[in-house]
């Protein structure tokens, strides 16, 4: 089976299971307690109020009548119009997703320039004290909450050192004149990465820690192979036959524990975002919760599902590219 008929089979088999988050989050939406038209006004508002504005986003019609008519919208690209906001869920969306990319990516680096080389050094070093300084940090790392991280890097950094700043994000390509303290781009760039380094370490030390337990028992698992012991009686050198032969090998397993953290720190980075009061997707989704707005919400679940059906989807692209072994489908399977 060809790469492109392998992603456009995939993407097919991806919508039903957009499909089943929409309408998991509808249900669930519609059967929370709390009406949003009353949260939206205030309790004071007259009936004739309210009813106007459960005309206007439909909220008057019987559920599977909305059900279907969000469908409908959604595959026509429009998400609807936010309650609280009184915008297009899209347009909320668009205005808060850099500062959530922003986070998850600087994450992600830092989880895989990390973990990588540590997990390489601790199995080559099985068992040395290196070893197990790198697993007990690895241990804490996976046993300790990103948002505990968050609360102790701003009371020790923040209020205690006074190093960084506990709340906001400067972006990058922000204005110099729009932020604080800033008159050229280098100044951006410096209170960039002042507000982004406490939220990086505290959604990155979980993905970071996990990756690093996985790379070290797959590199262990391939230096007992067969073929590394030959290879070390032939005389190959140590980094040589790491570097060469072990390495690529050992990355099968890391790629899907990378994979599967992108939900991990999508999820994290709500926590993340409310810490260190970050205008993300996060922080609208909490914000669009506790409104009751039922688009935002939806509109949110939606693209977050997206992102992580995108997300394993390039993993298994690169497994085949990793692993010639792997093929993508078919009789030959």
Do not use: C
């Not at 241990?139 to 020790?156: A, D, E, K, M, R």
């Not at 100044?187 to 990086?200: C, F, I, N, R, S």
């Amino acid at each position: 089976m060809s790469l492109l008929r392998y992603v456009v089979r995939r993407l097919a088999q991806s919508v039903f299971t957009l499909l089943g988050v929409v309408t998991l989050t509808f249900l669930l939406i519609n059967a929370a307690p709390g009406d949003p038209v009353r949260i939206f006004i205030g309790p004071s508002a007259d009936a004739a109020t309210v009813e106007a504005i459960r005309t206007q986003f439909g909220l008057n019609q019987p559920l599977h009548v909305r059900y279907f008519k969000y469908l409908l919208n959604v595959l026509q690209g429009d998400l609807g119009q936010s309650i609280n906001y009184r915008v297009p869920v899209t347009q909320k969306i668009l205005e808060r997703l850099p500062a959530t990319l922003l986070l998850v990516a600087s994450s992600f680096t830092f989880a895989i320039l990390t973990a990588v080389p540590i997990g390489v050094l601790s199995a080559k070093n099985r068992n040395q004290l290196s070893d197990h300084v790198f697993r007990i940090l690895g241990l804490i790392g996976v046993s300790t909450p990103s948002f505990w991280v968050g609360l102790l890097l701003i009371i020790v950094f923040t209020y205690h050192l006074g190093l960084f700043p506990a709340t906001g994000l400067v972006m990058p390509w922000a204005d110099p004149a729009s932020v604080d303290n800033a008159t050229t781009r280098l100044d951006v760039l410096y209170e960039a990465g002042m507000h982004l380094l406490m939220p990086t370490l505290t959604l990155g030390t979980l993905q970071m820690a996990a990756i690093m337990r996985i790379e070290r028992s797959s590199m262990l698992e391939v230096l007992n192979q067969e073929y590394v012991t030959l290879a070390r009686a032939f005389g190959v050198k140590e980094r040589t036959m790491l570097r060469k032969h072990a390495f690529k090998n050992a990355q099968l397993p890391v790629l899907t524990v990378i994979g599967l953290q992108l939900t991990t720190a999508l999820g994290g980075s709500v926590l993340t975002e409310t810490v260190f009061s970050i205008s993300g997707m996060g922080t609208l989704i909490v914000t669009s919760v506790n409104a009751r707005d039922y688009p935002l919400i939806l509109g949110g679940t939606l693209f977050y599902a997206s992102l992580f059906v995108i997300g394993v989807l390039i993993t298994d692209l690169l497994y085949a590219y990793l692993d010639p072994r792997i093929s993508y489908g078919g009789a030959d399977n």
